[in-house]
């Protein structure tokens, strides 16, 4: 029942934007904290930016602070990941769910990221 649902990666070339959506849905989306999660090739899954449940805190990695904004929009059981200024580090798939170490929802299929010219 519970579905997370990620979209809008694509190839980019270094110093590009995109836009990532996470729908979500089977389950009460406004009252979850929520986050973006990424993993590359041969690394571990880490977090990139988490969002409170109003969308009136989030948090960022150093590694994306400046260059990412996350946002959610609770009508929509949606949330996005705005990134701009992207660098071939920031090559990975991305996913969305809680921001709960050890309490994560069913992952999703992620959506890819590729930067690269």
């Known amino acids: 029942q519970v579905q997370l649902v990620e979209s809008g990666g694509g190839l980019v070339q270094p110093g590009g934007s995109l836009r990532l959506s996470c729908a979500a849905s089977g389950f009460t989306f406004s009252s979850y904290a929520m986050a973006w999660y990424r993993q590359a090739p041969g690394k571990e899954r880490e977090l990139v930016a988490g969002?409170?449940?109003?969308?009136?805190?989030?948090n960022y990695a150093d590694s994306v602070k400046g260059r990412f904004t996350i946002s959610r929009d609770n009508a929509k059981n949606t949330m996005y990941l705005q990134m701009n200024s992207l660098k071939p580090e920031d090559t990975a798939v991305y996913y969305c769910?809680?921001?709960?170490?050890?309490?994560?929802?069913?992952w999703g299929q992620g959506t890819q990221v590729t930067v690269s010219s």
């Open positions: 769910n809680r921001w709960v170490d050890g309490l994560f929802l069913s």
């Open positions: 969002i409170s449940v109003g969308g009136g805190r989030t």
